[in-house]
């Protein structure tokens, strides 16, 4: 009895209120598709997740969970991923100093940047460049 009394009551609560307020799995990637781009488009920029966040309409906690829920990593993460792989290609292909590589992929610290892409890559960005770049 008490169970189709429950029933009834969820029946009714959802016909009432539909979920059009409850994102989709859908409308969760597309979220995290447009953040993936804005991330790609902006990297040399200064990014927060909350310039994200404000971008996609979304509360910030709401996005770093649901990013990192479906990539595996936080959005900062993910920023760094993208100026560290930016700079690898920097470093391989063209003839920059590193101090402009840095400001390039949005880093006015070439210090910071160092440090960031030594812990990344396991070498500094001159030894990178030193073993990785074409002879030419």
Not at 44 to 73: C, H, P
Not at 76 to 102: E, F, G, K, M, P
Request: aromatic share 14%; proline share 4%.
């Amino acid at each position: 009895m008490m169970n189709s009394i429950l029933y009834e009551y969820l029946y009714l609560w959802a016909t009432r209120f539909p979920n059009t307020d409850i994102p989709s799995r859908e409308k969760h990637i597309s979220y995290v598709e447009e953040a993936l781009k804005y991330i790609e488009a902006n990297y040399s920029e200064a990014v927060t997740i909350q310039d994200l966040a404000n971008w996609l309409g979304l509360e910030r906690t709401y996005l770093y969970r649901l990013f990192k829920s479906m990539v595996g990593m936080s959005p900062q993460a993910y920023l760094l991923d993208v100026r560290i792989r930016q700079a690898c290609t920097l470093l391989t292909h063209s003839d920059l100093t590193i101090t402009n590589i840095a400001r390039s992929v949005g880093y006015e610290d070439s210090l910071y940047f160092s440090r960031l892409f030594r812990r990344k890559k396991g070498q500094t960005p001159s030894q990178y460049r030193s073993t990785h770049q074409s002879p030419g």
